[in-house]
């Protein structure tokens, strides 16, 4: 059936909130928990006598929540508490329009496919494997069907933080691509650097390992060269 009408966070739009098996509360994704974390202060010492901050004492000590030990959510069409799975066991909605039931990943946002990888073992943005995209065992990432044979591979390169921003590029949500030598780093982080390059006049060169750039420009809204993960 169709999905439940959908409430939205920053990261994904679902009818339901996963409990974070951590710090036990609900939130709408992964993402929300981590975020929580980022806001809230750390739980510094207080004086003698003294109450912690409440939100300082609220906060989660795991700062990355793992979305494969997601047990339980709540829908948000009944707020009935339950299992976690693609349709709630109350009212029989369904609560994404894609569900993962390895990353326990709910979302509906229209026009954003995504796909899980068995080999990365992470859901990521995309049609599916021999669909837009193929997993490279050597790389250890998904990179562009058009590009099977012919990329750079470097071995684990996706394995690797941007070499701009330092990011972790293997886990990042922005969009990802490759120089011809093989080496990844983040679409946006690739454009800026080109472009503070031609600024000074400069030839860009790859920040991992200085070989020429000579990969084509990539026009935003294109198939990304690897698949950036959701």
Not at 136 to 152: F, G, P, Q, W
Not at 203 to 219: G, H, I, K, R
Request: glycine content about 6%; charged content about 20%.
């Amino acid at each position: 059936g169709e999905p439940a009408a959908a409430d939205g966070c920053p990261h994904y739009t679902s009818a339901c909130e996963i409990r974070a098996p951590c710090c036990g509360k609900f939130f709408a994704c992964r993402l929300c928990h981590d975020d929580a974390q980022a806001r809230c202060p750390p739980l510094a010492a207080a004086a003698e006598g003294e109450a912690p901050p409440a939100a300082a004492a609220a906060r989660c000590e795991v700062r990355t929540m793992d979305r494969y030990a997601v047990r339980e959510m709540r829908c948000l069409a009944c707020g009935h508490e339950q299992p976690v799975g693609a349709s709630c066991v109350k009212c029989a909605k369904r609560l994404g329009a894609y569900y993962c039931d390895i990353c326990h990943l709910f979302d509906s946002t229209p026009g954003r496919p995504i796909y899980h990888c068995p080999y990365c073992n992470i859901c990521r943005f995309g049609r599916g494997l021999g669909k837009d995209f193929h997993h490279c065992m050597r790389c250890n990432s998904c990179v562009a069907k058009e590009l099977k044979d012919t990329h750079a591979c470097v071995p684990r390169a996706m394995e690797q933080p941007c070499p701009l921003c330092k990011e972790d590029l293997f886990t990042s949500r922005h969009p990802l691509t490759s120089l011809t030598c093989g080496h990844g780093m983040h679409f946006w982080c690739l454009n800026a650097y080109r472009e503070q390059m031609a600024a000074r006049g400069v030839p860009a060169v790859c920040p991992a390992c200085a070989a020429p750039d000579e990969s084509a420009p990539l026009a935003a809204g294109t198939c990304p060269v690897v698949a950036a993960p959701a």
